[in-house]
C-alpha cells in the first residue's frame, strides 16, 4: 500500500497515469518503481515494451577542491554537483549512478532535455535533487521555476530519537552526521544492513568504493585525506527524506510529501507519543 501511494503521487508530479488492463497487463508510466542502481537485479518494468532504466534520486556530492582552497572537505553537506552549477563530485549519481542502492526505475526518453543528466551511466536519468534545499541551491541544480519532490517515504525505522529536540527528545530523520564512530555529536546508529527502512549505503560500503575509486592527484593535488574523504561520504548518506528529482514547475505540478497535511513517519512516532515540542 505505501508504493501505491508514491506510484499515484507521483503521476499526479510526472503527469502520467498508471493504466490497468486485463488483457494487456499493465501500462507502466513513465516512472515506475523503486529501484536500486547498483543492485544485481534493478527489477525495471519489462512486459510494457518500453524499455527502463533504474536511476539514482541521491544528489549528495563531494567538493573535492574544497581542501586546497583552504575549507574542510566535510564542511558543507550538499554541495551543488558538476553540471548543475557546482563543482561537487556525485557520490552517487551521475557516473557512479551503479553506486546508488536508491532509485526508481525511468523510461528512457521520457524526460526533457532541460531535466535530464547526460552523464556516463545515468545519461536521460532526472537530475536529483535534495527536498531541503533552499531555493539558491534548487534553480542552481534544478533550473528556475522548477520544484524537487522527494520520491518515496520515510518509514518508522528511519526516525532517531534525539534527545536535543524537544522537551524531552523528539524522533527525526536519522542522517549520515548521526553515525557512530564518524566525530558524530549524536552517535545514534550503527547505519547497519537492517537498521533502518530506507537508508542510503547501508554499512558504508559504497561510500569506501568511492573513496578508493578517487584518482590519487585528488590525495596527492588537493591534499585531502583518504580518512577525511570518506568520513565526509559517510556523513553525507540519508534516508528517504533528502531524495528526490527535480521537476518542472507549473499549475496543477505539486509534490505530494510537501503539502501542509502531510505527516511523516517521525512526525507521526511524535504524535503518538505525545512528544511535546517537536514542532
Given at each position: 500500500?505505501?508504493?501505491?501511494?508514491?506510484?499515484?503521487?507521483?503521476?499526479?508530479?510526472?503527469?502520467?497515469?498508471?493504466?490497468?488492463?486485463?488483457?494487456?497487463?499493465?501500462?507502466?508510466?513513465?516512472?515506475?518503481?523503486?529501484?536500486?542502481?547498483?543492485?544485481?537485479?534493478?527489477?525495471?518494468?519489462?512486459?510494457?515494451?518500453?524499455?527502463?532504466?533504474?536511476?539514482?534520486?541521491?544528489?549528495?556530492?563531494?567538493?573535492?577542491?574544497?581542501?586546497?582552497?583552504?575549507?574542510?572537505?566535510?564542511?558543507?553537506?550538499?554541495?551543488?554537483?558538476?553540471?548543475?552549477?557546482?563543482?561537487?563530485?556525485?557520490?552517487?549519481?551521475g557516473g557512479n549512478n551503479p553506486l546508488s542502492k536508491s532509485g526508481m526505475c525511468v523510461q528512457v526518453g521520457s524526460v526533457p532535455p532541460t531535466l535530464a543528466l547526460a552523464d556516463?551511466?545515468?545519461?536521460?536519468?532526472?537530475?536529483?535533487?535534495?527536498?531541503?534545499?533552499?531555493?539558491?541551491?534548487?534553480?542552481?541544480?534544478?533550473?528556475?521555476?522548477?520544484?524537487?519532490?522527494?520520491?518515496?517515504?520515510?518509514?518508522?525505522?528511519?526516525?532517531?530519537?534525539?534527545?536535543?529536540?524537544?522537551?524531552?527528545?523528539?524522533?527525526?530523520?536519522?542522517?549520515?552526521?548521526?553515525?557512530?564512530?564518524?566525530?558524530?555529536?549524536?552517535?545514534?546508529?550503527?547505519?547497519?544492513?537492517?537498521?533502518?527502512?530506507?537508508?542510503?549505503?547501508?554499512?558504508?560500503?559504497?561510500?569506501?568504493?568511492?573513496?578508493?575509486?578517487?584518482?590519487?592527484?585528488?590525495?596527492?593535488?588537493?591534499?585531502?585525506?583518504?580518512?577525511?574523504?570518506?568520513?565526509?561520504?559517510?556523513?553525507?548518506?540519508?534516508?528517504?527524506?533528502?531524495?528526490?528529482?527535480?521537476?518542472?514547475?507549473?499549475?496543477?505540478?505539486?509534490?505530494?510529501?510537501?503539502?501542509?497535511?502531510?505527516?511523516?513517519?517521525?512526525?507521526?512516532?511524535?504524535?503518538l507519543e505525545l512528544r511535546q515540542g517537536c514542532g
Open positions: 500500500m505505501r508504493l501505491l501511494k508514491i506510484l499515484l503521487g507521483h503521476t499526479v508530479v510526472f503527469g502520467v497515469a498508471i493504466l490497468v488492463s486485463s488483457s494487456c497487463g499493465v501500462n507502466y508510466p513513465p516512472t515506475a518503481f523503486r529501484c536500486s542502481p547498483g543492485g544485481d537485479s534493478p527489477n525495471c518494468p519489462t512486459e510494457s515494451g518500453a524499455v527502463y532504466q533504474c536511476c539514482s534520486d541521491d544528489p549528495a556530492a563531494l567538493d573535492l577542491r574544497s581542501s586546497a582552497n583552504g575549507g574542510d572537505i566535510d564542511a558543507t553537506v550538499s554541495p551543488k554537483y558538476q553540471g548543475r552549477g557546482g563543482t561537487g563530485t556525485p557520490i552517487f549519481s556516463v551511466n545515468a545519461a536521460g536519468c532526472p537530475i536529483p535533487c535534495n527536498p531541503s534545499w533552499g531555493t539558491n541551491d534548487l534553480n542552481a541544480v534544478c533550473g528556475q521555476g522548477t520544484i524537487c519532490c522527494q520520491t518515496t517515504e520515510i518509514e518508522f525505522e528511519d526516525c532517531v530519537l534525539d534527545p536535543n529536540m524537544g522537551d524531552n527528545g523528539c524522533y527525526r530523520p536519522v542522517v549520515g552526521t548521526d553515525i557512530m564512530g564518524t566525530n558524530s555529536s549524536t552517535n545514534l546508529t550503527n547505519w547497519g544492513g537492517s537498521k533502518h527502512a530506507t537508508h542510503q549505503d547501508p554499512s558504508g560500503t559504497n561510500c569506501e568504493v568511492f573513496v578508493a575509486g578517487l584518482p590519487s592527484s585528488v590525495y596527492s593535488g588537493q591534499g585531502i585525506d583518504p580518512g577525511d574523504a570518506l568520513r565526509a561520504c559517510y556523513h553525507r548518506l540519508t534516508v528517504a527524506d533528502r531524495r528526490g528529482f527535480c521537476l518542472g514547475g507549473g499549475p496543477g505540478v505539486f509534490c505530494p510529501l510537501a503539502q501542509p497535511n502531510y505527516r511523516d513517519a517521525c512526525e507521526q512516532r511524535n504524535d
